[in-house]
């Protein structure tokens, strides 16, 4: 009697912890459990035949199935624009500096990197909808106060591409510009320059870099002032995970391999 | 004694077909010679001596109990004819053995469905049921196909233990499944304590699977996206299966007033979100949600007539709705795409027969006198009672009208022969049933029945729902609004269940 | 709407519903009628009630319930053979502890689904089950010695075909009384002494084409996740 | 101790399974969430004609011990096998799903669902490109 009354009232509390856990595997681990514990709570309910069917299916086959389907590893999702020698697809791969500098980080997690591309302006809306863990892809601004910002890992300045002809604006004001901007996707600005479309867009400089190999005669191009650094930024409740980066970016200059990547994608 | 035979020969077809790699085509003749002979079995003068016993002739309390009413005869003859339809349809195409299969275990399951006397068996079967919609909804692997599969799927599961939980209540309190000694039971007492909370539970848990507001808002999606053919047994068959087993329990607890308030939400929601989707599929799919109004408000109706009347309207509904999926099919696979407007652009593009079958569709779901959608809703209409009755059914009439009106210009000329039509034979075969209701009503429920549909004031009654249709057609062509589509989601479907099931009992407990 | 609020909504939902059917639950206290048991018990031959209900009286469910269950099998392996798999060389990390203790247990998971299978009129179990453990007896063997080497056995046309022959198999079996002039779905075989492995004969013969089916089924099913691995 | 009787808890567990359902919004933690409330559906089936001195229903058992009842026993049978059923077809869904989407959210897989299908109504129907713009936010 006592232990029937016990081992019922465990299953709630299993379900419930398991089915609220973060990680999928854990969740699945601990469904398997319960339903072992349901079929303990079967063959004390007299029903030998449910409980022998349980175990073999709902304890054994379903939890097994469940791992196979499952990834291992977790995920350490990354999102970003694409940045030319930062972070950008060549083909399927990603390369870039910060490409590098995530992978490492990500295996050293022992999580899988995935990098999600959205337009630039949007990497702070997803990142706080707590969608992804990371935002990378040339962040040099201050984005809002509930996100953890790393350390920088290469200084940038801002550049702002205007059509010529246009309203010129004051001196005074360039300092307000609060980050990259520019129209959707980076490399839907790539197209609209090469077609010469007149558009405005304030850009970093690997950005801007990457947009000067294409002729830029018909717009005037200001430097803006205050050189900023490239970081990462995790989402809100994920400082522990920024600490861990901006270590891991602390010993990758320490090593001299940043220098390297940084050689290799941008010299 | 030999019922069992007829739902598992179409089974035996569909395994045979697979374990020894048959062609479509040869397991399609096979499976029509089964459904022809079937037919015969079923409507010939020896047909009592198949009813008997429980299968197999064991413990009558414990066994399972089959039977061969008219509400069977009449959904068996739904699912030859539709069954009949699809095949012709898909004939020419180069369908995939795996297709045919799926098809013989659909059909198969919907026939043990409309025999099944017993709870628990309807619960296997409509899970099976489930499972083998939810493979044919995802054929095309397109996918918003497989998204609206998988949703389909687990509001269907969700659903289904809710019936099972009912199940459980029942069998405590009778000790039996057999639809007949539960009967039995709730006559001896008819206020006993279960009987609320047991008819809520079955009642949520199937209407999940038949199409009703706000239990079935997995439909829409569903429907309006499975291929044409699947579309067409879904929206006319799968569906209608959800009501035989509502029917199975109305004749058990009672539920008219919750029959009837989930008939106008039902019907009225659907028509008005029918009203303004502007894709034929979707508002297909809709209408097949409205038109479970009518279904609804006959169930709750207890009269004879009524009775009858759903089981005509369901055998109607089936043979124009299959009809319109069907054409629409063809006209996307013309002009790619089911966009009203897109279609009513090309129309010249759609061959001549299939905006014919259009035509003929439309005008039988709007209720136009001389077809069927007219002579099975007039002895609906003739048996409502009650003022709330005639207004949900009027307004579902007003509905269906405003949202089809929406085809007609597709009706226009020019009249151009373009390319030919692959499957007019199935619209031949469906319009049959349109065309000649009257005699085949009288064949299944007798002469008093069809009486209703010769009466002018109902006439006139269609008619001025026609016209009233047409004017909420020209205010609301002026309108943007449209009804939220986030009621659709996934959450909100799941949670509208479990809010259903609460406001089922609210109802069946304290009203 | 926000999203403390909408959970908070959700939870007195379920709870409703759940409140519902705790405070609502009324059960009858009329006595159960084990004398329909025991005479189903004499009439079938099984000892295990629950077998003889599962394969007698109730026969027809199971037929469907087998059905079901090879619907699920078509679904899978319909819907994962046509897309390329994770082709990785050996499908599971092999430890060498893992290694040694699989193949110590596989024959004795092997003769604990024989057993189940056997004795499923008699004692707990029958086919299903007994199939399923067979199966995941067989997985433990991929464990040990690879999933190549396992296929290589295991495949072809041959097995798949079994796999959709045994329900067909299952199917006729269930209708053969009519030959006798008996209703189908009643026992084939006639009853033989109560409490021997012969004594239940039919319900013997389909626990073991149930229990060879889902073998078969369970594997060709747990091959498909095997070879689509972790992917989610 | 009365009230915490199998069907109290499997009530709660279908209480719990529900919440999850609605609020979890990885499509495999939904999934394990229907199995836990088709799960509790059995256990009610089980326990909701049981008493505690009940033995199981395998002869031979003395005439005055009472037997809990085989048939529900029987049927929940079914049940856990149309549930396994349920699972392994869903979990294939799942995979498609991940294959194109690359997530197991569930509201971002609407979200991409939605987009995909107004691409596919606006575009000119002429050309059955099933390549869109839900490809390419993801790698």
């Keep these: 009697m006592i232990s029937r009354t016990v081992l019922l009232g465990l299953l709630p509390i299993i379900a419930g912890i398991a089915l609220f856990q973060r990680r999928r595997l854990t969740a699945v681990i601990g469904m398997g459990l319960f339903s072992l514990v349901l079929t303990a709570n079967y063959l004390l309910h007299s029903a030998p035949d449910v409980a022998v069917t349980e175990a073999a299916i709902g304890a054994a086959l379903v939890t097994v ?50 990098i999600q591309i959205v337009p630039h302006q949007d990497v702070e809306t997803v990142l706080l909808r707590g969608d992804a863990d990371l935002g990378a892809g040339g962040l040099s601004a201050e984005l809002d106060a509930r996100l953890h910002r790393s350390r920088d890992h290469l200084t940038t300045a801002w550049v702002r591409l205007r059509p010529k002809g246009g309203t010129d604006l004051d001196s005074e004001e360039i300092p307000t510009a609060k980050r990259c901007e520019y129209p959707g996707y980076f490399s839907d600005l790539i197209e609209a320059v090469q077609r010469n479309d007149p558009v405005e867009a304030t850009l970093d400089m690997a950005r801007f870099l990457a947009v000067s190999r294409n002729d830029l005669s018909s717009w005037s191009v200001t430097r803006l002032l205050s050189p900023r650094g490239y970081a990462f930024v995790a989402a809100p409740r994920r400082k522990r995970l920024r600490d861990q980066l901006t270590a891991y970016i602390d010993e990758l200059e320490r090593s001299g391999l940043l220098d390297d990547m940084i050689r290799r994608h941008l010299a | 004694m030999i019922l069992p035979l007829l739902p598992l020969s179409h089974v035996f077809l569909g395994l045979t077909a697979i374990a020894w790699k048959a062609s479509a085509r040869a397991t399609l003749i096979a499976a029509l010679i089964i459904d022809i002979s079937l037919l015969a079995m ?113 509001l269907a599961s969700l659903g289904m233990s809710i019936f099972l939980l009912g199940v459980a209540v029942v069998y405590a309190n009778v000790g039996s499944l057999g639809l007949a000694a539960i009967g039995q039971t709730v006559i001896a007492d008819p206020h006993a304590e279960w009987i609320p909370l047991a008819a809520a539970l079955l009642v949520a848990g199937v209407s999940v699977k038949a199409g009703i507001l706000t239990f079935s808002l997995w439909l829409p999606d569903a429907h309006s996206t499975a291929p044409a053919a699947i579309s067409a047994l879904l929206s006319g068959l799968v569906i209608k299966m959800g009501v035989v087993v509502l029917i199975r329990l109305a004749a058990i607890f009672p539920l008219g007033l919750v029959l009837q308030i989930l008939g106008g939400i039902t019907g009225i929601g659907g028509a008005i979100y029918a009203m303004s989707s502007r894709d034929l599929k979707r508002m297909l799919a809709f209408h097949t949600l409205s038109q479970m109004g009518y279904l609804l408000i006959g169930m709750s109706t207890a009269t004879h007539n009524a009775a009858n009347g759903v089981l005509a309207y369901a055998l109607a509904h089936g043979s124009f709705k299959a009809l319109l999926f069907l054409a629409a099919g063809t006209a996307f696979d013309a002009v790619g795409s089911t966009n009203i407007a897109h279609m009513i652009h090309t129309r010249h593009l759609i061959p001549l027969r299939t905006r014919a079958a259009l035509l003929l569709g439309t005008l039988a779901i709007v209720g136009l006198p001389p077809f069927d959608g007219y002579i099975a809703k007039a002895p609906l209409l003739a048996a409502a009672h009650g003022w709330a009755n005639q207004a949900i059914l009027v307004l579902i009439g007003i509905g269906t009208a405003a949202s089809f009106l929406k085809l007609l210009p597709l009706f226009k000329g020019p009249y151009r022969r373009v390319g030919n039509d692959p499957a007019w034979q199935s619209y031949v075969i469906l319009a049959l049933p349109i065309l000649l209701f009257l005699p085949i009503e009288r064949a299944l429920f007798g002469a008093a029945f069809v009486l209703p549909a010769m009466n002018w004031v109902i006439a006139m009654e269609s008619l001025a729902v026609l016209g009233v249709g047409w004017l909420v057609f020209r205010i609301h062509r002026r309108t943007e609004a449209r009804p939220p589509e986030g009621l659709l989601r996934l959450e909100t479907a799941t949670a509208a269940i479990l809010l259903g099931f609460a406001a089922v009992y609210a109802l069946l407990k304290f009203a | 709407m926000r999203r403390p609020v909408r959970t908070t909504l959700v939870v007195a939902l379920s709870l409703l519903v759940c409140g519902i059917v705790i405070f609502d639950l009324a059960v009858s206290e009329a006595p159960l009628r084990p004398d329909d048991s025991v005479l189903l018990a004499t009439k079938t031959g099984a000892s295990n009630l629950v077998s003889a209900i599962y394969l007698g009286a109730r026969l027809y469910d199971t037929l469907f319930e087998v059905l079901v269950f090879t619907v699920a099998v078509i679904g899978v392996c319909f819907y994962l053979s046509e897309r390329p798999s994770t082709a990785r060389p050996s499908a599971i990390p092999e430890s060498h502890v893992l290694q040694a203790s699989a193949q110590i247990l596989f024959p004795l998971i092997l003769l604990l689904g024989l057993y189940l299978t056997f004795f499923g009129h008699l004692s707990p179990g029958g086919g299903f089950s007994g199939g399923v453990v067979a199966a995941s007896g067989l997985l433990l063997c991929v464990m040990s010695i690879g999933l190549d080497t396992v296929y290589r056995r295991l495949s072809g046309a041959g ?74 | 101790m009365g009230w915490l009787n199998g069907t109290t808890i499997a009530m709660i567990l279908f209480a719990i399974g529900t919440t999850a359902l609605i609020v979890r919004r990885d499509l495999v933690i939904k999934l394990l969430a229907l199995g836990l409330i088709n799960s509790s559906g059995i256990l009610f089936l089980i326990s909701i004609r049981f008493r505690p001195q009940m033995v199981a229903p395998i002869l031979p058992v003395p005439a005055w011990v009472p037997i809990a009842d085989p048939l529900p026993q029987a049927l929940v049978l079914s049940a856990i096998v149309i549930n396994f059923a349920i699972l392994a077809l869903s979990l294939v869904f799942v995979m498609l799903l991940v294959e194109r989407y690359h997530t197991t959210d569930c509201e971002r897989i609407e979200h991409a669902v939605d987009t995909e299908k107004a691409a596919q109504e606006s575009q000119a129907p002429e050309g059955d490109s099933q390549a869109s713009d839900a490809e390419r936010p993801h790698r």
């Design chain 1, 65 to 114: 199935i469940y791992m196979l389907a499952i990834r291992r590893t977790g995920r350490l999702l990354v999102v970003a624009d694409e940045v030319p020698g930062l972070l950008a697809f060549e083909g399927d791969q990603p390369v870039g500096v910060e490409v590098d500098i995530l992978g490492g980080f990500a295996r050293r997690l022992g999580l899988d990197l995935s």
């Design chain 2, 42 to 154: 079923a409507f010939s003068p020896a047909a009592h001596w198949l009813s008997g016993l429980s299968v197999g002739g064991w413990v009558d309390v414990i066994g399972i109990r089959l039977t061969l009413d008219l509400l069977a005869r009449d959904f068996l003859l739904l699912t030859v004819l539709l069954e009949l339809a699809v095949v012709v349809y898909i004939w020419r195409q180069h369908v995939r053995p795996m297709f045919v299969i799926l098809l013989q275990f659909l059909v198969g399951s919907v026939i043990a469905l409309i025999l099944s006397q017993d709870l628990f068996n309807i619960y296997v079967i409509l899970e099976l049921l489930t499972l083998v919609s939810f493979l044919l909804v995802a054929y095309d692997r397109r996918t918003f196909q497989i998204w609206a599969s998988l949703k389909y799927l687990i």
């Design chain 3, 159 to 232: 097995i798949e075909r079994l796999e959709w022959a045994l329900p067909m198999l299952i199917v006729a079996v269930c209708v053969l009384p009519l030959a006798f002039g008996r209703s189908p779905l009643s026992n084939l075989l006639p009853v033989g002494r109560a409490r021997q492995v012969f004594g239940s004969p039919s319900i013997l013969l389909l626990n073991i084409l149930i229990g060879l089916k889902v073998l078969i089924g369970s594997w060709m099913v747990l091959h498909a996740f095997i070879r689509h691995r972790g992917e989610i």
